[in-house]
């Protein structure tokens, strides 16, 4: 499926401001794995597929138009879409009555693990001031597209978002008030195995303990702070030994069917390591090289393929560079 848009009629509020304007944007929003194993609401990487695709313009009265060209049939009340959310929150900032419409057409499918929500919300905004010439910085924007998270999965987090915005690996040291690390990383292939089942946010946060063992969280920032260093000095030894997490894993891994097998034999194939992405259902893993990653691939159809269970895989690489105008 195509965005289709091309003849709607546009009405830009600041043609004749003497700056250079569009009357459209179209952008891609990159999919995004949150957490990275150990770093639960903390790391995240965009990757270069799947993405979403929207396309934003004004519309000469305030609000916001939400037109949905996919087959998701989300809602289209603003107040009730993600991006919506997004968009609103942003237009409590801007000057004047602006109003936009947006034409969202998702690729990413909802509650799929790989922050099909953060792709829209922060689409939207970084769509939204690109048209309005850029009067915001990322952080503002992530700022606004957490709005949709709330949203989504009940509380704001930023590691869909952030990554989804700057590109590349990031870490989210705090959301209040946003400090946000953009990190190198050496190059990674990335397989995800998508079954087709739904695991929303808001149910996969639901059953997580609120409190921890300090000997787990002894574990789990070693791991955190490993996986880092590992990523900083390229050392895939070390990143592989860090992606372990004793703290979200063991509650969450019960809702996806193959997942302990799965990982297992992604390892014995060869991958550094790999996990939960985000909420799940979706599962990942790294690897240092694409035979690998494919290796990977073999493993975990074998796996649904023995369960009887319809899935898709994907094998990428990290998306460096976030949301992407296309025109
Ligand atoms: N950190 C969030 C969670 C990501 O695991 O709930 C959701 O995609």
Redesign the pocket.
């Known amino acids: 499926m195509k965005l289709h848009f091309i003849n709607s009629f546009c009405y830009n509020p600041l043609s004749g401001s003497g700056s250079h304007v569009k009357d459209r944007i179209t952008i891609q929003a990159p999919a995004t794995v949150?957490?990275m194993v150990c770093g639960?609401?903390v790391l995240g990487f965009a990757v270069n597929d799947p993405y979403d695709e929207m396309s934003i313009c004004f519309t000469g009265k305030p609000g916001i138009t939400i037109i949905n060209e996919d087959e998701y049939n989300l809602p289209t009340d603003p107040e009730r879409n993600v991006a919506g959310a997004a968009l609103l929150a942003m237009l409590e900032e801007t000057a004047g009555d602006i109003g936009f419409e947006l034409r969202i057409c998702k690729h990413i499918k909802p509650g799929s693990?790989v922050?099909s929500s953060a792709a829209s919300s922060a689409g939207a905004v970084v769509a939204a001031n690109w048209l309005l010439n850029n009067p915001f910085t990322n952080e503002d924007l992530v700022r606004f597209a957490m709005n949709g998270e709330k949203l989504a999965?009940g509380v704001k987090?930023a590691?869909?978002i952030a990554p989804c915005i700057y590109g590349g690996v990031t870490l989210i040291r705090s959301i209040f008030p946003l400090d946000i690390i953009q990190l190198t990383a050496p190059p990674l292939y990335v397989t995800i195995v998508h079954p087709q089942i739904e695991v929303r946010?808001s149910d996969?946060?639901g059953i997580l303990k609120q409190q921890v063992l300090l000997k787990d969280a002894i574990r789990q920032w070693g791991n955190i702070a490993g996986l880092v260093a590992g990523l900083l000095k390229s050392d895939y030894e070390l990143i592989g030994r860090s992606l372990e997490d004793v703290l979200?894993e063991p509650v969450r891994s019960i809702l996806i069917p193959g997942f302990d097998k799965i990982k297992q034999l992604s390892k014995e194939a060869g991958a550094l390591g790999g996990g939960i992405s985000?909420?799940g259902p979706s599962i990942f893993m790294l690897s240092k090289d694409e035979e690998t990653a494919k290796a990977v691939e073999q493993q975990m159809h074998s796996v649904y393929e023995r369960l009887s269970l319809d899935h898709h895989t994907y094998i990428t690489t990290i998306n460096q560079q976030g949301v992407k105008l296309i025109v």
């Open positions: 949150a957490n639960f609401d693990g922050g999965s987090h590691d869909n946010t996969a946060r979200i985000g909420s």
